[in-house]
């Protein structure tokens, strides 16, 4: 089946850094990848639709200079959270799907994120 | 109001259980319906797609009322191994997935 990777898939990091997290899609080739941010106890939320080549969608609520979403290839999109504080701790999770497939998305294994 | 509702739980139930789970959405355009599975501390994984003629798929069943915007998800026989969090996810529409919150299922032995 269809995989998936995240990168990094753990990272502590002080307050006021940025993370990049990237998000690859290994056997196929995506043209559309979601984002999702999923905090303790709760459910995932989306957070942005990146679209390769286009500028990403944020769902409301979701800043978008905070959270940098670049999908510059069809394989690849990343995720940058920038000046982090404690509050952005949480597991991120982005999922890709196929070109030409519709109807079923791609998790990535998630990545999270630990700001001190 | 949440767009995807679903009791929570824990539902702790013993092997060989049945168990069933509910889930109700507020968008009538919805498109496409699942039920994935989440485990702890890992992404959700696709458990099964739900259509309003019913689908099973060996011990789970699952079914959809769009007049009623409601998802149910039958487990029949439960295993220790069902013990995990099953997520109601609904598609609005170019991928665009929304997720209930869960309910935690926990199968003792």
């Known amino acids: 089946g269809a995989v998936v990777s995240q990168h990094p898939s753990r990272v502590i990091c002080k307050s006021g850094t940025s993370v990049k997290i990237e998000c690859r899609s290994l056997d196929f080739q995506a043209t559309t990848m979601f984002w999702y941010r999923q905090f303790p106890k709760q459910s995932l939320m989306l957070m942005a639709t990146s679209n390769e080549g286009s500028k990403a969608t944020y769902e409301q609520g979701v800043e978008k200079d905070k959270f940098l979403i670049n999908h510059a290839s069809l394989t690849l999109s990343t995720l940058t959270v920038t000046s982090a504080h404690p509050e952005d701790s949480s597991f991120y999770i982005c999922?890709?799907?196929?070109?030409?497939?519709?109807?079923?998305?791609?998790f990535g294994p998630g990545t999270r994120l630990t700001v001190l | 109001r949440k767009e995807v509702e679903q009791d929570p739980g824990p539902f702790n139930v013993p092997e060989g259980a049945t168990v069933a789970f509910n889930c109700t959405y507020s968008?009538?355009?919805?498109?496409?319906f699942f039920w994935y599975r989440q485990d702890c501390r890992k992404e959700p994984k696709l458990l099964m797609s739900v259509y309003s003629s019913g689908n099973e798929d060996g011990r789970f069943t699952a079914q959809l009322n769009r007049a009623s915007q409601y998802i149910s998800l039958l487990i029949r026989d439960s295993k220790l191994s069902d013990s995990a969090t099953y997520l109601c996810?609904?598609?609005?529409?170019?991928?665009?997935?929304?997720f209930g919150q869960g309910t935690t299922l926990q199968v003792k032995p």
């Open positions: 968008n009538s355009a919805s498109q496409s």
């Open positions: 996810v609904v598609n609005q529409g170019g991928g665009k997935l929304i």
């Open positions: 999922s890709a799907m196929e070109r030409g497939v519709y109807n079923e998305q791609f």
